[in-house]
């Protein structure tokens, strides 16, 4: 059994099975490494037996609705339905064909995970991010628990697109923009178009933020929208491409901000050290890398163990 193996992927990986077995047919090589398979996890038989009952259930119109595809010709054969229904397992909406409830993605440290809704809208989840999906006729929500993610929402106007982060919500109709959650509010950045942002609840109107702009919306005090240049969005958002771009930020940010997305952590060994000024584009997954280029453009030593990377004046 792999510790690393979440339920999702177990769900995935069984309908992979059938989807195997319908179009191979059931050869005693192919039993023989299914049932290899199955006593690798206690989980897997499980997920295998509903994976198999999801065939019963699944119809032309309810996989069209989920895949955000036209429905299949009548003529549609039940080996190419179970190939569509692969690609929604791996998309993430097994989970809703199977058991009707409304799908939920994760990432985990240092994973960024593209998404592509059922309306044609596409997320991308940066690291340690979790979002629950729920898609209606009257509007699509988007439940962020935890961490940030960014949209790029196809255009509907009879169908809202609503983030939801704790009780900040961000609403858009057709528009780029991303979210980021934090304990005491969110960061929204919107990098085409325009969305709506308030707090749940709160005395305050709602806010507009348009391309270009960025705001931190919290219960604490009123949002306000602040202009940013274009670069600087496009910046904060380098890590959809696995990087992070500095431009001045202090040391002490730039170490948090890879703390992010690796085990072995960045530590700072004075505050004075951590108030220097970086700059560049680095890959976000080798902080050792960046702790090398710290060294020579601040003159710091740094320590590199297999725990930590210390950086010192």
């Given at each position: 059994m792999s510790e690393a193996e979440s339920a999702e992927q177990i769900d995935e990986a069984a309908f992979a099975w059938v989807a195997r077995l319908d179009r191979e047919g059931r050869s005693p090589e192919t039993e023989a490494a299914l049932e290899a398979w199955l006593a690798g996890d206690a989980r897997r038989r499980g997920a295998f037996l509903r994976a198999e009952a999801l065939w019963t259930r699944l119809d032309r119109a309810s996989l069209a609705s989920a895949y955000a595809h036209a429905a299949p010709p009548a003529s549609v054969s039940r080996r190419v339905v179970l190939a569509a229904g692969s690609a929604v397992a791996a998309s993430g909406l097994f989970a809703w064909l199977i058991f009707g409830r409304e799908p939920s993605f994760d990432t985990t440290l240092g994973e960024t995970r593209s998404v592509p809704l059922a309306d044609g809208s596409e997320m991308v989840m940066n690291t340690q991010s979790r979002a629950a999906v729920s898609m209606t006729n009257a509007v699509r929500r988007v439940r962020l628990t935890a961490g940030e993610a960014w949209f790029d929402v196809e255009k509907n106007p009879s169908r809202p697109f609503v983030v939801e982060a704790d009780r900040v919500r961000v609403q858009a109709v057709g528009t780029a923009f991303s979210v980021r959650r934090f304990d005491n509010g969110a960061d929204v950045?919107?990098?085409?178009?325009?969305?709506?942002?308030?707090?749940?609840?709160?005395?305050?109107?709602?806010?507009?933020?348009?391309?270009?702009?960025?705001?931190?919306?919290?219960?604490?005090?009123?949002?306000?929208?602040?202009?940013?240049?274009?670069?600087?969005?496009?910046?904060?958002?380098?890590?959809?491409?696995?990087?992070?771009?500095?431009?001045?930020?202090?040391?002490?940010?730039?170490?948090?901000?890879?703390?992010?997305?690796?085990?072995?952590?960045?530590?700072?060994?004075?505050?004075?050290?951590?108030?220097?000024?970086?700059?560049?584009?680095?890959?976000?997954?080798?902080?050792?890398?960046?702790?090398?280029?710290?060294?020579?453009?601040?003159?710091?030593?740094?320590?590199?163990?297999?725990?930590?990377?210390?950086?010192?004046?």
């Open positions: 950045s919107v990098t085409e178009g325009a969305v709506e942002a308030w707090v749940e609840g709160a005395a305050e109107p709602h806010l507009r933020i348009e391309a270009g702009e960025k705001a931190f919306v919290s219960e604490a005090e009123p949002a306000r929208a602040r202009p940013a240049r274009d670069t600087d969005i496009e910046r904060k958002l380098a890590w959809r491409a696995g990087k992070i771009d500095l431009n001045g930020e202090t040391l002490a940010d730039a170490v948090a901000e890879f703390n992010r997305y690796n085990e072995r952590k960045l530590k700072l060994a004075s505050a004075s050290l951590g108030r220097r000024r970086m700059y560049g584009l680095f890959r976000a997954h080798d902080p050792e890398g960046f702790a090398r280029a710290v060294a020579v453009s601040l003159n710091a030593t740094v320590q590199i163990s297999a725990d930590e990377i210390s950086i010192a004046d």
